[in-house]
């Protein structure tokens, strides 16, 4: 009991907060019609039309045809679904419809009918004009967005549904705002994507915008600015102007206004050849009466929606509108409702009062001083609806098609009731108690809820249902504007649009290019196509932009993207632009091998250099016995042939494909090569220094040791040995493997990916030529110092022509592998310098001796390697350098008698030139004797000699040594046989 009369005061404290809002309201409605247009039922249903137009200050003015054609439909609505509820229930639905005069507050007024009795207490009196109230169960409309929101305002606090049939504002959406608000036509949101693909596929990229200021026109602006950020990602259409329309500015209807507008954005966005319109009707009027004026009738193609798009057009206006294509919710027709409302009379259709007013022609007509029909705002403030003038409209409006929707709200609420009727009165026919008492409860929470989830067929046996329980399906029709066959203007459908219910953002379904008028439409571009491979770099305002190509190895991606093609060394997948730079292509790496022209050739000096190698060889086994072959050191020439059979082969390995295998033998010979080299040529020249080396002072020196060919070979390998434990260590710490590089030649425009072992693209592989770099400078040091030393012994000339050339290769080789970067260069760099290295010590160090023992093999003796002749005598110098210089200054030839022994010879000698400690100059002897011992006058001066070099030099050894074996091999009279000595064999 209390918690009934806490309701009712709560009841009556918002009815006096109501009813001094809508007071205050109400004072502004000028003389507000309070006509109702009743349809008796035994339940009622509230209608909200937009009988009038919205007046300057809020009140009403002329007549709306729309708002008429609507409340029809209303009416023949109930006839079609009363036919079966009659029959099936036992119980019929009627309406009560009042006029919102299009104003929000004109409908917050008249929404307060529907409420009093909440308020104050049902009524049973439904009489038409009763200003007590109106004891409704739901709601049909209102049209419009903005008078819709308010009347939800009010009908959801008093728990009344309420299904609109045209209000499409986005906001309308939201259940927490309106949780009594349904409607059967779709959201703007879904109207903005319909746009957006209108545009994308007339490829209509530069537009502008016209809104006026009021919720239809800014949620539709919203609406479609949301849907280029979602479906077009903002790239491809551009709002290059915003016009906002102040709907209370005087300016709103002022047609001189207008023109300036136009007339300034025809100029100034001159390129902007769309023009998208959210606004009523109304304000449209006054931009295409602006645009006749201004003769712009060719220059812009209007975009627009429902507001004013599929409706009555004015015939001098209807140029103006020609080739206009709007997106509006789908266009059905009603069946039959267009011959019933050709065949309404004021005799057959008492139920509507302002059908009645209209074709008596009992609105008042103000007309102005210039003839016009239009108040200060410029809207029409008369309107003469004979059956003449209902045909009209009729044929021209497409806004008829739009009256399923009204359908479908009335169908709506008799399915609803049809299943309560089901469940609540056990098949008793009419309104039963349970039904009439679950009707009368605040809230009618039971009927709302089966509204939320019908399904049902209409008219056309189309299925219908609440998309997420509160919106009409997202289907929209693209009507035209154009000229039929028999010349009149019409909104002809061109195209329809489904949206997927789960993802309105996704179009499921859209024909847009079966028309071929649609061929003939401007372009509205703020920039030309890109040809090619150039792209769109936009300017300040970004929707116009200027041809930029994509500069090489990049490819256009799309119209405003340049991107590089992917190359992924790791997994070597290596990508290219095509020939059209619009995508990547794959190819394969290219290794710099045989197929190289330049290595090729390399390659094939490489291969004979090995052969020639193999017969150098050959002829020194063949001929390792001749005092020449001897003399060079035959174990060490043997070594110094491999080094440079490695330096060869190391071509080979180098062009070969890389792989980690073949990259570690690569890197093991390039040094091993350089470094068998010139150890070998190093141990010999410091042999030969070490032998003949002698100095003016000193003590006396022992016997040189280690100069044997055990001794050498053990020094060679201990040289090669420390270079491959450097190259161990390098593979350690750093694994040789095969890596890729990219060449980019942009003059060509082509890109090649580069095999090749990852040694080479560093300065690593300094490592490996540290040691032979400097083994190359002692040898050339040892070469130098030995370069007057005996007969052919002397190999200086050639050894320092070798190392000397090497130096020069070295010292050019370097800074060029760094400065080329490209790696096929590289490799050919590093290939030459291998092939000349090799060639110059093998002709240098191996082909004098060939020339010898193949071309002049008399000169392959012992006297000639000895530096002797017999026909003529040698001088023997202590130079300076402190080797024995041979000369032939002067020559004898004596024959000398035979001593004790019976033995004689005949001996050549030059004279000896010497001095002695006392600074006395040698002398000439030019004549023989023999002393009682047997020995010759020349022995004597030899020993003579022998001891003042003694006395100079401090040293007996070497020359002793080799006085001796020159006396002793000339006595003996055998110049062919070599020494025993293993001194001389190894020379």
């Known amino acids: 009991m209390r918690s009934g009369r806490s309701r009712r005061w709560l009841h009556s404290l918002a009815a006096a907060l109501l009813l001094w809002g809508v007071g205050t309201a109400a004072a502004i409605v000028d003389e507000l019609d309070n006509r109702s247009a009743v349809y008796p039922g035994d339940l009622l249903l509230g209608g909200m039309f937009p009988l009038r137009g919205r007046g300057e200050f809020g009140n009403c003015s002329e007549f709306n045809v729309h708002g008429l054609f609507a409340l029809e439909a209303l009416h023949f609505s109930l006839d079609k679904v009363n036919a079966k509820l009659k029959s099936q229930c036992g119980f019929s639905l009627g309406s009560v419809s009042l006029d919102t005069c299009a104003s929000p507050t004109v409908g917050l007024y008249q929404a307060l009918q529907f409420v009093m009795p909440s308020l104050i207490g049902r009524s049973p009196s439904n009489q038409a004009g009763s200003m007590s109230g109106h004891d409704v169960i739901g709601v049909v409309g209102p049209m419009h967005s903005d008078t819709t929101e308010q009347?939800?305002?009010?009908?959801?606090?008093?728990?009344?549904?309420?299904?609109?049939?045209?209000?499409?504002?986005?906001?309308?959406?939201?259940?927490?705002?309106?949780?009594?608000?349904?409607?059967?036509?779709?959201?703007?949101?879904?109207?903005?994507?319909?746009?957006?693909?209108?545009?994308?596929?007339?490829?209509?990229?530069?537009?502008?915008?016209?809104?006026?200021?009021?919720?239809?026109?800014?949620?539709?602006?919203?609406?479609?600015?949301?849907?280029?950020?979602?479906?077009?990602?903002?790239?491809?259409?551009?709002?290059?102007?915003?016009?906002?329309?102040?709907?209370?500015?005087?300016?709103?209807?002022?047609?001189?206004y207008y023109r300036k507008q136009l007339r300034q954005l025809s100029e100034e966005k001159s390129r902007a050849r769309v023009m998208l319109l959210f606004m009523s009707d109304s304000i449209a009027h006054h931009i295409f009466a602006a645009v006749r004026e201004e003769r712009l009738e060719k220059h812009y193609v209007w975009v627009g929606?429902?507001?004013?798009?599929?409706?009555?057009?004015?015939?001098?206006?209807?140029?103006?509108?020609?080739?206009?294509?709007?997106?509006?919710?789908?266009?059905?027709?009603?069946?039959?409702?267009?011959?019933?409302?050709?065949?309404?009379?004021?005799?057959?259709?008492?139920?509507?009062?302002?059908?009645?007013?209209?074709?008596?022609?009992?609105?008042?007509?103000?007309?102005?001083?210039?003839?016009?029909?239009?108040?200060?705002?410029?809207?029409?403030?008369?309107?003469?609806?004979?059956?003449?003038?209902?045909?009209?409209?009729?044929?021209?409006?497409?806004?008829?098609?739009?009256?399923?929707?009204?359908?479908?709200?009335?169908?709506?609420?008799?399915?609803?009731?049809?299943?309560?009727?089901?469940?609540?009165?056990?098949?008793?026919?009419?309104?039963?108690?349970?039904?009439?008492?679950?009707?009368?409860?605040?809230?009618?929470?039971?009927?709302?809820?089966?509204?939320?989830?019908?399904?049902?067929?209409?008219?056309?046996?189309?299925?219908?249902?609440?998309?997420?329980?509160?919106?009409?399906?997202?289907?929209?029709?693209?009507?035209?504007?154009?000229?039929?066959?028999?010349?009149?203007?019409?909104?002809?459908?061109?195209?329809?649009?489904?949206?997927?219910?789960?993802?309105?953002?996704?179009?499921?379904?859209?024909?847009?290019?079966?028309?071929?008028?649609?061929?003939?439409?401007?372009?509205?571009?703020c920039g030309s196509k890109c040809p090619g491979w150039s792209i769109r770099r936009y300017q300040k305002d970004k929707c116009c932009w200027d041809c930029e190509n994509c500069t090489f190895p990049s490819v256009k991606l799309n119209e405003t993207h340049c991107g590089v093609c992917l190359m992924d060394m790791d997994r070597q997948i290596f990508t290219k632009p095509n020939q059209w730079r619009n995508a990547c292509e794959t190819f394969d790496a290219t290794i710099v091998g045989f197929t190289n022209p330049i290595v090729a050739t390399v390659v094939t000096a490489a291969g004979a250099g090995i052969i020639a190698t193999i017969i150098t060889l050959v002829l020194f086994i063949t001929y390792s016995s001749t005092p020449i072959i001897k003399a060079s050191g035959r174990e060490l020439s043997l070594v110094l042939l491999v080094g440079i059979a490695l330096c060869y082969s190391t071509v080979f390995m180098v062009a070969v494909k890389p792989t980690k295998y073949t990259c570690v033998l690569v890197r093991f010979l390039y040094s091993l090569s350089y470094t068998v080299c010139y150890a070998a040529i190093f141990v010999k020249t410091n042999r030969i220094v070490r032998i003949f080396h002698m100095t003016d002072k000193g003590?006396?020196?022992?016997?040189?040791?280690?100069?044997?060919?055990?001794?050498?070979?053990?020094?060679?390998?201990?040289?090669?040995?420390?270079?491959?434990?450097?190259?161990?260590?390098?593979?350690?710490?750093?694994?040789?493997?095969?890596?890729?590089?990219?060449?980019?030649?942009?003059?060509?425009?082509?890109?090649?990916?580069?095999?090749?072992?990852?040694?080479?693209?560093?300065?690593?592989?300094?490592?490996?030529?540290?040691?032979?770099?400097?083994?190359?400078?002692?040898?050339?040091?040892?070469?130098?110092?030995?370069?007057?030393?005996?007969?052919?012994?002397?190999?200086?000339?050639?050894?320092?022509?070798?190392?000397?050339?090497?130096?020069?290769?070295?010292?050019?080789?370097?800074?060029?592998?760094?400065?080329?970067?490209?790696?096929?260069?590289?490799?050919?760099?590093?290939?030459?310098?291998?092939?000349?290295?090799?060639?110059?010590?093998?002709?240098?160090?191996?082909?004098?001796?060939?020339?010898?023992?193949?071309?002049?093999?008399?000169?392959?003796?012992?006297?000639?390697?000895?530096?002797?002749?017999?026909?003529?005598?040698?001088?023997?110098?202590?130079?300076?350098?402190?080797?024995?210089?041979?000369?032939?200054?002067?020559?004898?030839?004596?024959?000398?008698?035979?001593?004790?022994?019976?033995?004689?010879?005949?001996?050549?000698a030059g004279s000896l030139k010497a001095s002695d400690s006392s600074g006395r100059s040698s002398r000439e002897y030019g004549r023989t004797s023999v002393d009682g011992l047997g020995r010759t006058s020349t022995d004597l001066r030899a020993m003579n000699n022998r001891r003042r070099w003694t006395d100079a030099g401090g040293r007996t050894d070497l020359v002793e040594q080799l006085v001796v074996q020159e006396i002793a091999t000339q006595t003996s009279g055998d110049y062919d046989q070599p020494a025993d000595s293993d001194d001389e064999d190894s020379y």
Not at 786 to 800: D, M, Q, S, V
């Open 305 to 525: 929606t429902d507001g004013w798009g599929s409706r009555y057009v004015e015939p001098e206006i209807r140029e103006a509108v020609d080739g206009a294509v709007v997106s509006v919710p789908i266009v059905r027709k009603l069946n039959g409702f267009d011959d019933y409302l050709l065949t309404r009379t004021v005799e057959n259709n008492e139920r509507n009062p302002w059908f009645a007013l209209v074709t008596n022609r009992s609105l008042a007509c103000a007309e102005t001083p210039d003839g016009r029909s239009h108040n200060r705002r410029g809207e029409r403030t008369c309107e003469h609806m004979d059956n003449e003038t209902m045909q009209e409209h009729v044929r021209h409006c497409e806004f008829t098609g739009f009256m399923h929707f009204v359908y479908e709200a009335v169908q709506a609420y008799a399915t609803a009731l049809e299943e309560m009727h089901r469940k609540l009165c056990d098949k008793r026919m009419g309104v039963c108690p349970a039904l009439y008492n679950e009707l009368q409860k605040p809230g009618r929470r039971m009927l709302y809820e089966h509204l939320r989830e019908i399904h049902f067929q209409d008219a056309e046996n189309k299925s219908v249902h609440f998309h997420n329980g509160r919106d009409g399906l997202p289907k929209y029709s693209v009507l035209t504007y154009k000229q039929n066959a028999q010349g009149d203007y019409v909104w002809q459908p061109i195209a329809t649009l489904y949206f997927n219910e789960s993802s309105p953002d996704l179009l499921e379904e859209a024909d847009l290019t079966s028309v071929e008028w649609l061929k003939n439409y401007p372009i509205s571009e």
């Open 699 to 908: 003590p006396k020196q022992r016997k040189t040791r280690y100069i044997s060919p055990v001794s050498q070979l053990l020094v060679t390998a201990l040289i090669i040995g420390f270079q491959i434990m450097l190259c161990v260590v390098w593979q350690v710490l750093k694994p040789a493997a095969a890596d890729f590089d990219a060449v980019f030649d942009d003059e060509n425009e082509s890109v090649t990916v580069y095999r090749f072992c990852e040694a080479l693209e560093d300065s690593d592989w300094l490592i490996a030529l540290s040691l032979p770099s400097l083994l190359l400078m002692l040898s050339g040091l040892y070469a130098f110092k030995a370069r007057k030393c005996p007969g052919k012994f002397n190999e200086t000339k050639y050894i320092i022509i070798s190392t000397y050339t090497a130096c020069i290769v070295f010292v050019a080789f370097i800074p060029l592998f760094f400065t080329v970067a490209k790696m096929p260069f590289r490799i050919v760099v590093l290939c030459v310098a291998l092939c000349i290295n090799a060639t110059v010590t093998l002709l240098c160090m191996f082909a004098p001796k060939l020339y010898v023992v193949l071309i002049r093999p008399h000169k392959n003796t012992r006297d000639n390697v000895m530096g002797r002749k017999h026909t003529a005598s040698s001088n023997v110098h202590l130079t300076d350098n402190n080797c024995i210089q041979p000369s032939t200054t002067d020559s004898y030839s004596k024959d000398v008698g035979a001593p004790a022994g019976g033995r004689s010879s005949t001996f050549s």
């Open 151 to 256: 009347v939800a305002n009010m009908l959801g606090m008093f728990k009344i549904p309420q299904i609109s049939f045209m209000a499409t504002s986005p906001t309308l959406s939201n259940p927490t705002r309106y949780p009594y608000f349904l409607r059967t036509t779709p959201s703007d949101d879904n109207q903005g994507d319909s746009l957006v693909q209108i545009l994308l596929h007339m490829k209509w990229s530069y537009v502008i915008a016209a809104y006026e200021d009021t919720v239809y026109g800014l949620r539709g602006l919203q609406a479609f600015e949301k849907s280029l950020q979602q479906v077009n990602k903002g790239a491809e259409i551009c709002i290059g102007h915003r016009w906002k329309i102040d709907m209370d500015s005087p300016e709103a209807v002022d047609l001189e």
